[in-house]
């Protein structure tokens, strides 16, 4: 079988690369006995086997899908911070970084039948170490496949500028995916988005509906944002609310509007707000549906804890005034953890329905 591959990039930070990427791999699978993954630059990174160094995403793509490349290989370059001041100090050689890539990709590409090799962010991002995805795709003699935000103008705006250094570097676009398409407004922005791609006769391969749950973050991701550890509720790190609520109002006024799978954010000092939640756990034996966030100068004293531990209600405390904990919580942006499975799972039965495979192989 002919070895085949293909470069992935998006048209900025947080358009849903990681997603997209994970349903591609779960229909690929199906369609090649041996697929192999890469990214040959990573940014955000993690440690695995005490010392190696490794991009996020790479663990949990090997993690969630068993691929056997070695990690050394699927993710042979890594930006920890210094990095891009040591290569202009000339440090670090760019054949060196050059050479690491062209050698992960020739053993990882063949011994499979297809490749995805995943950039990162946008198509520009690694240029100050002249590592561009757009010249690491050329490197490697790929095609790209573009990932877009669901929109029209802004989505066409992003793709142009893109597009240009692909062009600058003779990289061909195989296809655009639109991620995050609201129902009500796809078969516009399918018509439409279309048409627009015309002009540079590039096809538009998937178009992604938009799903709350996958930007909705765990109790694990509060953890991190506020640098804490849960107080209560070990068990259920990777809780998700449908809804979040800021509570600064009456008991009876919080009673009314009190629902399940709701994340309760509420001053520390609001004893009478938990001590009402708690109440409403009536049945000790069913899993928690709240999730509460307390804040303020002044930490829950370990009595309260010590209820909430009993009822098992995840629960972190944040140092900070409920006004600033909320303007963190609404600009945070949740990203898929390889431990989050009804996450990773969810997105790749969002992804892979919406993408024509024939139109990328």
Not at 4 to 33: E, M, S, Y
Not at 219 to 228: I, V
């Amino acid at each position: 079988m002919t070895r085949k591959a293909i470069f992935v990039a998006a048209t900025g930070q947080n358009v849903g690369k990681t997603t997209i990427c994970l349903g591609l791999i779960a229909a690929l699978k199906k369609r090649f006995p041996k697929l192999g993954f890469m990214k040959p630059i990573g940014q955000q990174h993690e440690k695995v086997d005490g010392c190696l160094l490794v991009d996020k995403d790479v663990v949990l793509f090997k993690e969630h899908f068993h691929l056997p490349a070695r990690y050394e290989d699927m993710s042979p370059v890594i930006f920890p911070r210094g990095f891009t001041r040591n290569y202009l100090d000339g440090k670090i050689d760019s054949s060196d970084l050059e050479e690491k890539i062209l050698t992960s990709f020739a053993r990882i590409s063949g011994g499979n039948d297809f490749t995805i090799v995943e950039g990162t962010g946008h198509v520009g991002v690694g240029s100050i170490v002249t590592k561009s995805n757009a010249a690491v795709a050329a490197s490697l003699g790929l095609d790209m496949i573009i990932i877009a935000r669901g929109g029209l103008g802004s989505a066409i705006d992003e793709l142009a500028l893109n597009k240009s250094l692909c062009d600058a570097h003779n990289v061909k676009i195989a296809g655009v995916i639109l991620n995050r398409v609201l129902d009500e407004k796809r078969e516009m922005i399918e018509n439409y988005f279309t048409k627009a791609l015309a002009r540079w006769d590039i096809p538009l391969v998937g178009c992604i509906p938009y799903n709350l749950f996958l930007s909705t973050p765990s109790m694990e991701d509060f953890e991190g944002l506020f640098q804490t550890r849960l107080l209560s509720g070990e068990a259920y790190h990777y809780r998700h609310f449908k809804t979040m609520r800021l509570v600064a109002t009456s008991v009876a006024t919080f009673k009314e509007r009190l629902f399940p799978d709701q994340l309760i954010v509420t001053p520390a000092t609001r004893e009478d707000i938990i001590h009402c939640m708690l109440e409403s756990r009536t049945d000790p034996k069913l899993e928690p549906t709240h999730g509460l966030i307390m804040t303020g100068r002044h930490p829950p004293p370990h009595a309260l804890i010590e209820k909430l531990q009993q009822a098992d209600i995840p629960s972190i405390y944040a140092a900070h005034a409920s006004f600033e904990a909320m303007r963190m919580i609404t600009s945070f942006i949740a990203k898929i953890r390889k431990e989050d499975v009804s996450k990773v799972q969810k997105a790749i039965e969002l992804v892979e329905p919406h993408i024509d495979f024939s139109k990328i192989l």
